[in-house]
C-alpha cells in the first residue's frame, strides 16, 4: 500500500506581512502531479492544515478546491487537525466527506475509530489523533493519571485498542522527545510539550505533523515529513519534500522522498551595502526569492529598505550584525532565537537585563505560569 505524507500547509500564512496564498496555490499544484505520477493508496495530511483557527474565506476555498481535487483522483484522504488549527471547523461536514473517502478527524473525545483500506496483504488500520493537550485528555478518562504531553498521548494510544497482529497507521500532530524544531513552529514551555516516543510502539508508520523540516525518529517508522514550503527564514536551508510510504506485509515498510520545487525560494544573505548591491553578489540569487539580508556595515544605510527593494523585491527584513547590535552584550543568532521557548526567551532577557539568572523559585514559578497560559489556550489553539 503506497501512502503520500504530507503536514503543516499553513494556508492562510503570511511571513513578515507577505502573504503565501499564491506560493500555497503552486506547491499544491505540484502535489498534486506528484499525487498524479505515484498513484498513491491515501494521502496522510498530519495537521496544521490552516494557518490560523478562524480562516481566511481564501484559504479555506484552497483547502476546498484541494481536497476535491485529490478526491477525484481516486485516492483515499486522511486528515487531522494540528495545534493552530480549530478541530471542530476542520471537521464541518466530514460525515458527507466520508463518502468521498476524504476522513477527517473529530475534536477528540476520547474515541479513535480506525479506518480500514485492503491490499494484497489484508487489512491496514488508520487511526486519526489530532493535536492533544493534556486538559483535553483528562477531560475524557478523570480516572487516568496524566501529568504530561507522554501520558496524554500513551493514554489515547492504549484506549484504541490496537490489534499489533496487522498493520497500523497513525496520524498525529505533537512534538516528539528528540526531533529538530525550527523557527515557525509554535513552541510550548521549554520542553513541557515533549511527548516520548515509546507511545508509538503499536504502530507500524506514524505520520507526523508539527516540526517543519523532514525527519525521522525511531528510523524510519515514526517521521516528520516537514512543510512544503519554507515558512521562517531559520527554514532557508530546508530541502522541502513529499514522504512517500510503502507498506509490504507485517513489519515490512519503505520510506522516500519526493522534492518540492517553490514558486519562490526563501534566501538568508549577508554582508555589506556594497557588498550586497554589487552586480557579482546578487546576480547569483533568484532576485525574486523571499530574503533577509543582515547587514554589516557600522552605521545605518538611510532608508535601507527602500533602497534595496529595488534589487530584491520580495525582501522581507533587514538587520544589523555590527559592533553597536553587539554592544548590549552577547547577541544571541535570530536563528538561535527562532528556537527559543518562551520560558527561555523570558530567562535571556532577564539575564541581560539584570546581569543574573533566574532563581530556581523564579524559574519554577514562570514555569507553571506559562505552562497555565499554554494549557488555557494562549499557546495554540
Sequence with gaps: ??????????????????????????????????????KPDGVLIAGDVYDKSVPAAEAVNLLDWFLRELAGRETAVFLISGNHDSSERLAFASALLRKSRVYISPAYH????????????????????????????????????????????????RHMEIDTARRNVLLTHQFVTGAERSGSEELSVGGSDNVDVSVFAPFDYVALGHIHGPQNLDGDRVR????????????????????????????????????????RDMLDLKGTYDEVTAREFYQNFDQDAYIRITLTDEN??????????????????????????????ERLPAEAVDRMSPLELFSAFYQQQNGSKLSEEQE??????????????GGGK
Excluded at 7 to 31: A, C, N, T, W
Design 1 to 38: 500500500m503506497k501512502l503520500l505524507h504530507l503536514s503543516d500547509l499553513h494556508l492562510g500564512k503570511r511571513v513578515y506581512d507577505f502573504p503565501m496564498l499564491e506560493d500555497q496555490e503552486y506547491i499544491l499544484k505540484e502535489i498534486l502531479r506528484i499525487v498524479g505520477e505515484e
Design 110 to 157: 476520547g474515541d479513535v475509530e480506525p479506518i480500514a483500506m485492503r491490499d494484497e496483504f489484508g487489512e491496514v488500520n488508520f487511526y486519526l489523533l489530532p493535536f492533544l493537550k493534556p486538559g483535553r485528555v483528562r477531560g475524557c478518562f478523570p480516572e487516568e493519571k496524566i501529568d504530561s504531553y507522554t501520558d496524554a498521548v500513551d493514554c489515547a494510544v
Design 224 to 263: 516528520y515529513c516537514g512543510t512544503p514550503l519554507k515558512y521562517s527564514i531559520s527554514e532557508a536551508k530546508h530541502a522541502k519534500s513529499v514522504t512517500v510510504v510503502e507498506l509490504g506485509k507485517k513489519g515490512e515498510r519503505t520510506v522516500r522522498t519526493i522534492p518540492l520545487s517553490p514558486m
Design 300 to 329: 545605518d544605510i538611510p532608508d535601507a529598505m527602500g533602497k534595496l527593494r529595488a534589487i530584491y523585491p520580495n525582501l522581507m527584513t533587514i538587520g544589523y550584525d555590527n559592533a553597536r547590535t553587539r554592544g548590549g552584550g
Design 364 to 377: 519554577k514559578y514562570l514555569a507553571g505560569l506559562v505552562e497555565e497560559i499554554w494549557d488555557a489556550g
